[in-house]
């Protein structure tokens, strides 16, 4: 879906030569941006599987439960790295001769689209449920908004952009101490741009907000402001990629052990090493802090500048799923979903708490293992493959509009 990916070429040098880490296809990619992105993607699939799979009372930031607090903590690079990437790929959609009133239509109605599935098929997939009562903003609604956002972000200039998104990423702590209830009629404001919560609607309608937007916005501007750099040969933008995430890398390190800023929790000194550890890196993503996107976010570059030397099968297994992230997004959480009513169906007969927009409280004794929990994870890539590398062929080289919406 060109409004998750944009993972288009800039313009072709003279003479028609590709400039080494570009795709001589009809739609002309970076392989580094789709590995990156296909790794987050399947790497998500993990968390929901927890989230379907997973006995009840665990709790995946239990300092004290290193596998599973690992098992949790990963996947925290998705969502950062996935709408920093948009933001980099909306810079290079724009680059291929488009004018900037076109980009921002573009993003506008992307943005758009995404938030109407968001309301949608997403919320369908999740639910298993037509109770059109309460709805659920989550991440693909962050990155419709986003768009939004960016599509007006465009007419500035791109160090402006800059700017813009690293005081959304870096200041909006400052206002941790704000509360939506403080706000009276104005509060809903808050919840959607800072503070998770509900909102309520007439007619019972209720919008519980878990991605509120001030941070994810600044992530893609900040994505868009770095995507000139990949108009640069490959060995300067992967050693400044690298440079860049190693810099973000250690700033996180220094300004998370002060224990003063970045981070509405603080870390703790416990009896064992690795406790102390997780304490560390045990970073809020609700909103995420700016400690949350410098932990993801730099380690992401640096992967991003690594990955623009890597090649291979398992490599190219995994750039599959990231040229056809909407498909697999949606994909997987059906499958998942459908997997958990029949596990459910054949190991208790209760399947109720499954459907439903709310999450219920899951049943005494349900679950797997963390063991079976990844051995579900793995199934289910596997699975979906076949499906991504089908779509990920048919979309090749084709230009028919609709393809930009899936």
Known sequence: MRSLEYAEAGPLPAAGVLPTGFVATARPRFDSIDLLRGLVMVI?????????????????????????????????????????????????????????????????????????????????GWS?????????????????????????????????????????????????????????????????????????????????????????????????????LFQREQSVRAQRLILLGAAVTVGFVFIRATNRYGDPSRWALH?????????????EKYPPSLLYLMMTLGPGLLLLGVFEQVRGRIAGFITTFGRVPFLYYVAHIYLLHALALLFALLTSGNVAWLVGVLPHHKPAGYGLSLVGIYAIWFGVVLALYPLCRWFAAFKQGRQEWWLSYI
Request: net charge positive.
């Open 44 to 124: 998500m699939a993990l968390d929901h599987t927890r989230d379907f799979f997973g006995g009840s009372g665990l709790n995946p930031r239990d300092v004290g439960d290193p596998a599973l607090f690992m098992t949790r903590w990963v996947t925290h690079f998705c969502a950062p790295v996935f709408i920093f990437l948009a933001g980099i790929s909306a810079w290079l959609y724009g680059s291929r001769g488009r004018s900037i009133g076109e980009l921002s239509r573009f993003l506008l109605t992307r943005g758009l689209w995404l938030i109407v599935i968001e309301l949608t098929v997403v919320r369908a």
């Open 128 to 228: 298993f449920s037509l109770d059109l009562r309460v709805f659920v903003l989550q991440v693909i609604f962050a990155i419709g908004a986003s768009m939004v956002a960016l599509a007006g972000f465009v007419y500035l200039p791109r160090r402006a952009i800059a700017t813009i998104g690293i005081l959304m990423i870096a200041g909006h702590n400052l206002f941790d101490g704000i509360k939506a209830d403080q706000l009276g009629a104005f509060a809903w404001v808050w919840h959607v741009a800072h503070q998770p919560g509900a909102l309520e609607f007439g007619s019972g309608i209720q919008v519980f907000v878990r991605y509120p937007l001030i941070p994810w916005i600044g992530v893609m501007a900040a994505g868009y402001a770095l995507g000139p």
């Open 271 to 283: 009896e064992s090493v690795s406790a102390t550890v997780l304490s560390f890196i045990n970073c």
